[in-house]
Nanobody, 118 residues
Framework: QVHPVESGGGLVQAGGSLRLSCAASGTMYSVNNMGWYRQAPGKQRELVAS?????????PDSVKGRFTISRDNDNDKNMVYLQMNSLKPEDTAVYYCNLNPMRLAAYWGQGTQVTVSS
């Protein structure tokens, strides 16, 4: 299986926005629930957004109302997106997309770095 490929990260000021993209090729990704995760230095990887195959979404309180996950399974690329608004310095981390729950994710990409300056 090929691992997901994330892109769209960068440096942004607090209050700004970024849109992350994830290309997750393969049936395994298209038929299962997906999630965006992040890992800050010295911290465990955490789930910040999830979406079912049918499009139902869920978020932890830390990002609810600021982050929006979406997916496009209409083509073989199986794209998953994360729109991040009102970014805070504590959102700084490497962001990954993969299967949800995390225990199903055997192949991880490089992630994309998001840095929010105060």
């Amino acid at each position: 299986q090929v691992h997901p490929v994330e892109s769209g990260g960068g440096l942004v000021q607090a209050g700004g926005s970024l849109r992350l993209s994830c290309a997750a090729s393969g049936t395994m990704y298209s038929v299962n629930n997906m999630g965006w995760y992040r890992q800050a230095p010295g911290k465990q990887r955490e789930l910040v957004a999830s979406i079912t195959r049918g499009g139902r979404t869920d978020y932890p309180d830390s990002v609810k109302g600021r982050f929006t996950i979406s997916r496009d399974n209409d083509n073989d690329k199986n794209m998953v997106y994360l729109q991040m608004n009102s970014l805070k310095p504590e959102d700084t981390a490497v962001y990954y997309c993969n299967l949800n729950p995390m225990r199903l994710a055997a192949y991880w990409g490089q992630g994309t770095q998001v840095t929010v300056s105060s």
